[in-house]
């Protein structure tokens, strides 16, 4: 039995999203989750979702809690000792601290940096320049040839997506690449600008007593929760097609209560 009432009642647009899911890449799953929270078409239009990254964490966050309720159990390895942690997240109240701390300014509102002669006109990353980035780091080394995206090399072609305008403070500095307290800076003010495209979690290990902080992605995170409801939910379908010769339709058209009280009379009657 699905261990979330509110998940009950999506239970065919569970499955629709699950069959699509499957195959897609990690930007079309971060769209095809925010399109189940937006209106339950699962073909909703990209451009309609948010595309601001950190409205995206927050409505995925909060669709988690909407429906799996707000605790959620997580582990992580120690980067010190690696012994697995255990711990705890509230999604409400980091969804509280996130908001409290989220920026009024439109995801395309310019802003401007100065630093060591240099003058800035910049925005703040989509989730469209996510794809774009990954997209030309690996036409420009194949998954198959080479490691895993560079995450430098990433982190320098979404800023380098984000500057607008660029004016070096003399002639030999227009030729040269950005310096980098230049870069470092520039990234430093995205990161305040929009607090809830990346989020970080402040952790404790009680093996070694060490503090560290580890990247929280929701989106991933949810998936891995929901496929395995929607798992679960399909071997259920399965078991009531077999003992009752019901189709997936039929099954669904239950209530989730009489869906139970017949999964229980399979259990029963199975030696
Ligand atoms: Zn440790």
Redesign the pocket.
């Given at each position: 039995m699905l261990a979330a009432p509110e998940l009950q009642r999506h239970a065919p647009r569970l499955l629709r999203l699950w069959e699509q899911a499957c195959e897609a890449g990690p930007q079309e799953l971060e769209d095809l989750l925010l399109a189940f929270d937006a209106d339950g078409a699962s073909h909703a239009n990209a451009r309609a979702l948010p595309q601001g990254l950190g409205e995206r964490n927050l409505r995925l966050l909060a669709l988690r809690e909407r429906l799996l309720g707000p605790q959620l159990a997580l582990l992580a390895d120690?980067p010190?000792?690696a012994?697995p942690v255990e711990f705890s997240l509230d999604c409400r109240a980091l969804l509280h601290s996130l908001n409290d701390a989220k920026t009024p300014s439109e995801a395309s509102e310019e802003q401007v940096l100065e630093l060591d002669g240099y003058h800035l006109r910049f925005r703040r990353p989509v989730a469209e320049d996510l794809q774009a980035c990954a997209s030309a780091l690996t036409q420009a080394q194949p998954p198959a040839l080479g490691p895993a995206l560079d995450g430098a090399q990433f982190a320098r072609l979404l800023l380098q997506r984000c500057i607008l305008d660029c004016e070096p403070p003399n002639e030999a500095a227009r030729l040269a690449p950005l310096p980098e307290p230049l870069c470092q800076a520039l990234a430093e003010r995205l990161e305040q600008l929009d607090p809830a495209a990346h989020i970080r979690l402040q952790l404790h290990?009680p093996?070694?007593a060490?503090d560290w902080s580890a990247p929280l992605a929701p989106a991933p995170l949810l998936w891995q929760e929901l496929r395995g409801q929607a798992e679960q939910l399909l071997s259920e379908i399965g078991q009531l097609a077999r003992a009752f010769g019901w189709s997936e339709e039929q099954v669904l058209s239950l209530s989730p209560r009489r869906r139970q009280a017949y999964l229980q009379l399979c259990e029963e009657a199975s030696p």
């Open positions: 120690c010190h000792c012994s290990c093996d070694c060490q």
